[in-house]
């Protein structure tokens, strides 16, 4: 469930240290069947503490790493959810998102099952007055009231959720989200990291695959393609013939084999997978 995102914004998967490898290989087997919350701490904290161990002593440098959160996806979650909301984000990662989110005017709460991810993110509350709390969580068991939130949001968790863990947890958000509100959901691309789950990565999605898993669990869902934030300052959003029309495509380069071909020519090509999946108003 939400078992914190080990934050991939930090490092690419390209550029995997030894003993990061070792640490996913060690734990994917057990990760996959659907573990307990205490099983994914161990994991994420093990992780995390690798990242801090190798990219500098002390937390702070979350504090560093894309600091105005400029990453497309982030840029699109902060421009949709606007001002004025309540807001859960599951596997808060470098805590960046969340601030962001905060800091626009919104109440928001931010959960992981890293205590180390946790401290770390923490630190973003210094020396601000923000409506914003960290806590620890598993997004397989959210432990808030139902109809509780306007919005919730993930970066690179769900690609950490095997299958069945997925099903439960878009339960869970589906419960806590107010009628018409809305879950924001940022994945990579299956065909970018292949067909075969690697470390972590317990179950990768297309867009086409992503749309179906959230439909299946009651929820209406809509492509949000990001690319066009810093040309033009607005985000795509489709449930319609244009998403359509990007599953198809997907289709044929999955069918090519795309993921063989050059990284900048693969990142110009597939579409984004993010989601915005929408709880029934009545």
């Excluded at 990061?20 to 996959?32: F, H, K, S, T």
């Excluded at 596997?91 to 770390?120: F, H, K, M, W, Y």
């Excluded at 919730?152 to 690609?159: G, M």
């Excluded at 449930?239 to 999955?254: K, M, Q, V, Y």
Aim: proline share 2%.
């Amino acid at each position: 469930g939400t078992r914190g995102r080990a934050s991939m914004t930090m490092r690419d998967q390209r550029d995997k240290s030894a003993r990061e490898i070792a640490i996913e290989q060690e734990w994917r087997d057990r990760l996959i069947s659907s573990a307990s919350s205490e099983d994914f701490e161990r994991a994420y904290d093990e992780l995390h503490s690798l990242f801090l161990q190798e990219q500098g002593e002390g937390a702070e440098i979350y504090a560093h790493v894309n600091p105005r959160g400029q990453d497309r996806a982030r840029q699109a979650i902060v421009r949709k959810v606007g001002t004025g909301h309540s807001i859960l984000e599951v596997g808060c990662g470098d805590g960046t998102t969340s601030r962001l989110l905060a800091e626009q005017g919104n109440r928001v709460r931010s959960i992981d099952v890293s205590e180390v991810a946790l401290r770390a993110a923490k630190q973003h509350l210094a020396g601000h007055s923000l409506d914003l709390q960290y806590e620890h969580g598993d997004g397989r068991k959210l432990e808030f009231a139902d109809n509780s939130f306007d919005y919730v949001v993930s970066e690179h968790l769900v690609e950490h959720l095997s299958l069945d863990d997925m099903r439960t947890h878009l339960s869970e958000v589906r419960r806590v989200l107010k009628p018409g509100g809305c879950y924001l959901i940022s994945t990579p691309s299956r065909l970018w990291n292949g067909r075969r789950s690697v470390g972590f990565h317990l179950n990768v999605y297309t867009l086409e695959e992503l749309c179906s898993t959230v439909r299946a669990a009651g929820f209406r869902a809509t492509w949000m393609e990001t690319r066009f934030l810093r040309r033009f300052g607005h985000i795509l959003e489709s449930d319609g013939w244009l998403l359509r029309a990007a599953c198809l495509w997907e289709r044929l380069l999955d069918i090519t084999r795309v993921y063989r071909w050059p990284q900048s020519f693969r990142a110009r090509v597939l579409p984004t997978v993010m989601v915005c999946a929408v709880k029934p108003a009545a």
